[in-house]
């Protein structure tokens, strides 16, 4: 006789237990590698909290290729000198943002006017440098960013980064708003 399928409520139960214990790893593994002696670690946290943000106001705002690769790079070695590792950064953000950023770049390759490079019979859509460009600008600025708001995320506790941002004058609401989500995410996780 075989087996019957199991109902799919619990195929969804069994789902959502999983992505809960999932996520309760992650969060766990965020504060151990916080805890970790690696260099952002051994940063005082205020100076993380503005160095991150100054670095990521430099990846959006740059206008050459070259130097944002140059900063995706410096992101890349400072989560190696922090004891991240590059499958932690490839799964919690660069696969992720690649995915997400890479289909909302897509149809600029093909709208934005410029020099015509490949055309797609089928479709009648021709691709563009300028196109391409315009693409790898978004793709490579919300990988960067990502990349350095990780590394922040991941080398610093989190109540030291509430509180570095209450410091820096982040508005208190702000702040409160963010401990609250925080907290109730692990309490939700606890509770289910």
Known sequence: MGQSEPPATMNFLNRAFHGFFEAL???????????????LQRLDPRAKVVCILLLILAAVSVHRLAVLAALLALAALLGA???????????RAWSVVFLFSGILALPSIFLTPGQSIAHIPLLGWT?????ITTAAFLVGR???SATFSLLLILCTPWAKVLKSLRVLGAPSLLVVLLATTYRYIFVLLRTT
């Open 142 to 144: 919300a990988e960067t």
């Open 127 to 131: 691709a563009t440098s300028q196109g």
């Open 81 to 91: 000198l922090s004891r991240v590792s590059v499958g932690t950064m490839v799964t």
């Open 25 to 39: 790893e992650h969060g766990l593994a965020a504060e151990e590698l916080a805890r970790r002696n690696g260099l």
